[in-house]
């Protein structure tokens, strides 16, 4: 298979954003972009959100660094 040097070196790196599942505490959407707690520096963005009247807040979708994937991790909103 040709490339598959590269491939194998992308895949040992690991991925550059993990997808994630949010629960906000405001207002989210598509687009806003999500910053580290407590320094404010840009960390991933929403891709889609949703009202869910099970959990009674907004839950949304969305790609993070690997670092800020984990459970209970606190991120702010960004809105553009």
């Known amino acids: ?9 992308q895949l040992a790196k690991g991925p550059a954003f993990r997808r994630v599942g949010l629960l ?3 207002p989210g959407h598509a687009g806003c972009r999500l ?8 960390v991933g963005v929403i891709t889609s959100s ?4 099970a959990l009674g807040c907004r839950v949304a979708q969305g790609y993070v ?6 459970a209970n ?4 909103l960004g809105m553009n």
Do not use: I, T
Not at 50 to 53: D, E, F
């Open 1 to 9: 298979m040709f490339g598959w040097q590269k491939l194998f070196f």
């Open 24 to 26: 906000l505490d405001g």
């Open 35 to 42: 910053l580290s707690n407590p320094h404010r520096q840009p």
């Open 50 to 53: 949703s009202w869910s009247p």
């Open 65 to 70: 660094k690997p670092e800020y994937a984990k």
């Open 73 to 76: 991790k606190h991120v702010f």
